[in-house]
Structures are given as structure tokens and as C-alpha cells.
């Protein structure tokens, strides 16, 4: 069995910082290297749907928004098979038959979800389907046999419940289904991006972001307004690098090239953070910065994505390609699941002849 690639996105909005270094960043890189056998990238609308229910429209625009995130960042089509998770059906089977291995407490017990189920304020109210998304998740990764998920710490509890679904359903009726693991970004720092506000998550309904198409004087707008340190009143106060927005994009992003080319005074990161917490340093130098860090790494992702916004047909037609490919190996998927589960009754030959055999018997 090859090495296979599977990570995708929810169709919420564009692509922000915390998506490229989270993972998308890593696809592009992996998908270059080639050492996987395949890689499968999609667009979980149908997860996006569990909690934007009433307004398929957001869904159904940002579609080419991720799309053209998806290639202006880097991803291949002739590489990686780019497609949308609604139109592969063999997907919403798979989470019916998987359902029936889980309980509702394990779920309930999954720190992701409860995080989820917070920010959302679904407390009192929540929506089956999304209650349900990591089953869902689940099948979207068994049925492409996956080995491999990159993805941010914050998914490994999602993973664990792909896992223990995997597991179980081997155990329950045939070993076709593969265990996963997590690929976590290189970098411990762009594991979790915090927001420009410096709260725990970047995060579109938080309004929190830098978005992967956002221009050049929209990006300093918001990195003019990010969260530092509210103890560094004066230049000369000693700063704190510790949950400092600047600082940890700063880890996340900056090269020691960076410094030769916009603040030669430091060679590295490390020299900064040292003069920054002695005192002598100010916020807007830092941001300053980081402005330029952020906006030479997004130069050839608009660049990109100008071209490819030239020709929307096409993305669409890409997109439609990819979703007939991915078709092709679910399907392939649940046969042999249905096979395991002894309810292919068209194809299972010996069954119809036993049952023959015994109605004539009669």
C-alpha cells in the first residue's frame, strides 16, 4: 500500500496566515518533494454546511476563493488531486456506516468539538450534522486510505477519533480501512497561529486574520494594529517576546535573509528578541518588520492569483476533474467496505446461491 496525503479546508472564506503555515505551506512542500504516492486536497463544504445550515450561498462563493488560495499558494493540479467534498457521496455512506462504531459520549468527550461547540454557542442547540463532524472527518480520510494528515495540533484529537473508527471497524468486520497520522508543521511556532489580536486562534468569525489574498497596505494596516506587549509602554522599557503577536509571527515566518535584507542592525531573530527584552526597542520597528516579511512571502501568491482569477472557467473545470478522480478511488473504497460488511448482496454470489438452496429445499 502506497503513502497517501489527505488534508483539506472548510469553505468559510479565504484562506488566512494561520491556514499556510498550519498546513498549507507543508502540502505544497510535500506535494514538491514527491515522496507520497498520492495526495488528495478537497473543500469541505459539507462540513462548512453543518454550521452555515441557512446560508449555502457563503459556501457556495467561497468554493473559487479556496480554489484559487489552493493554486496561488502552490498546489499542483498535476501533482495533487484538488476536488469538493459534496460530490462524492461515497463519503456521506461512509459516515453513516461509521457512526454505528462510536458512542455519542466519545464524542461529546473530544476537546476539539467542545472548543467548536463554544466558540459557536452551540451549548444549548447544536446541530446534529455538526455534532457529528468528526465521524464525518473521519470517513473523509478512510475512504481515501490515507497515511498521512497534515494538519495543526489542534486537529490530533480529530485524528484520534479517525484512529479508534479505523480500528474498530477492522476489528468488527475486515482489515480494509488504514490508520492515519498527524504531519505537524516543521515549525512548533506556526503550530497554532494566534490572531492579529493575539487570542488563541486566527480565526475569520473572530475578524482576526491576515488573509493569503489580502493587499500590501491592507496587510500593514493589520499588522500596524496587532497585540504586543501592553507592559512596553516606552522604547526604552524592557519587552516581553512571550504572547506577543509580532514575536510569534515573527517565529512563524522570518529568515535570517530577511534580517540581512530589511533590518541588517540584527542577523537573526534571536538577536532581536535579546535587544527587544532589554529594552531600546519599539513595537512599530518590530512591525515594521514584520510587515515586510509577511508581504515579500504573499508577493508571488498574488502574483498567482491574478493570473488564475483570469480564467475562473477553468479552476471550475479543474475542480470538476478532480472530483471525478476522487470518485473513482472512494468508490473503490466502499466496495471493499461493503464487501467486509457483507452487504454487497448484488455481487456476493454465494449468497444468492446459498439462499437459492435453501428456498428450493422448502
Same mark, same amino acid.
Given at each position: 500500500m502506497g503513502k497517501i496525503i489527505l488534508t483539506g479546508d472548510r469553505p468559510t472564506g479565504k484562506l488566512h496566515l494561520g491556514h499556510y503555515v498550519g498546513s498549507l505551506r507543508r502540502r505544497v512542500q510535500l506535494q514538491n518533494e @514527491? #515522496? $507520497? #504516492?498520492?495526495?488528495?486536497?478537497?473543500m469541505a463544504d459539507v462540513q %462548512?454546511?453543518? #454550521?452555515n445550515a441557512d446560508n449555502p450561498e457563503k459556501i457556495r462563493q467561497n468554493i473559487i476563493e479556496v480554489a484559487l488560495d489552493y493554486l496561488? %499558494? @502552490?498546489l499542483d493540479p498535476a501533482k495533487c488531486t484538488l $476536488?469538493?467534498?459534496s460530490q462524492i457521496p461515497e463519503l456521506a455512506e461512509l459516515t453513516t456506516y461509521l457512526m454505528n462504531l462510536i458512542t455519542v459520549s466519545r464524542v461529546q468527550r473530544n476537546p476539539t468539538v467542545k472548543t467548536e461547540i463554544k466558540m459557536r454557542n452551540f451549548e444549548a442547540n447544536i446541530p446534529l450534522g455538526f455534532f457529528c463532524y468528526p465521524v464525518s472527518q473521519a470517513a473523509d480520510i478512510a475512504a481515501f486510505k490515507a497515511t498521512t494528515v497534515p494538519a495543526g495540533e489542534d486537529q490530533e484529537p480529530m485524528l484520534e477519533v479517525t484512529r479508534e473508527l479505523v480500528r474498530r471497524f477492522n476489528q468488527t468486520y475486515a482489515d480494509v480501512l488504514v490508520e492515519p497520522n498527524i504531519l505537524l508543521p516543521e515549525n512548533a511556532t506556526a503550530r497554532r497561529l494566534p490572531g492579529t489580536d493575539g487570542k488563541e486562534k486566527m480565526s475569520k468569525s473572530l475578524g482576526n486574520c491576515i488573509y493569503l489574498s489580502d493587499d500590501k497596505d491592507t496587510v500593514w494596516s493589520k499588522v500596524k494594529s496587532m497585540y504586543t506587549d501592553p507592559t512596553h509602554v516606552n522604547v526604552s522599557d524592557p519587552g516581553h517576546v512571550e504572547g506577543n503577536a509580532v514575536f510569534t509571527y515573527l517565529d512563524a515566518f522570518s529568515t535570517d535573509e530577511d534580517f540581512a535584507e530589511f533590518w541588517p542592525e540584527f542577523q537573526n531573530l534571536d538577536e532581536l528578541k535579546a535587544a527587544y527584552t532589554a529594552g531600546g526597542i519599539g513595537d512599530m520597528k518590530c512591525k515594521k518588520l514584520l510587515n515586510n516579511v509577511i508581504n515579500k512571502m504573499l508577493d508571488p501568491i498574488r502574483a498567482r492569483r491574478r493570473e488564475y482569477e483570469q480564467d475562473i472557467p477553468e479552476i471550475y473545470n479543474i475542480l470538476k476533474k478532480g472530483s471525478i478522480a476522487a470518485r473513482e478511488v472512494a468508490a473503490q473504497t466502499m466496495d471493499e467496505v461493503?464487501? %467486509?460488511m457483507q452487504i454487497d448482496y448484488f455481487n456476493d454470489e454465494e449468497l444468492i446461491r446459498q439462499q437459492a438452496e435453501k428456498f428450493k429445499a422448502k
Open positions: @514527491g #515522496d $507520497y #504516492d498520492k495526495m488528495f486536497v478537497f %462548512a454546511l453543518t #454550521d496561488s %499558494a @502552490g $476536488y469538493i467534498q461493503k464487501k %467486509a
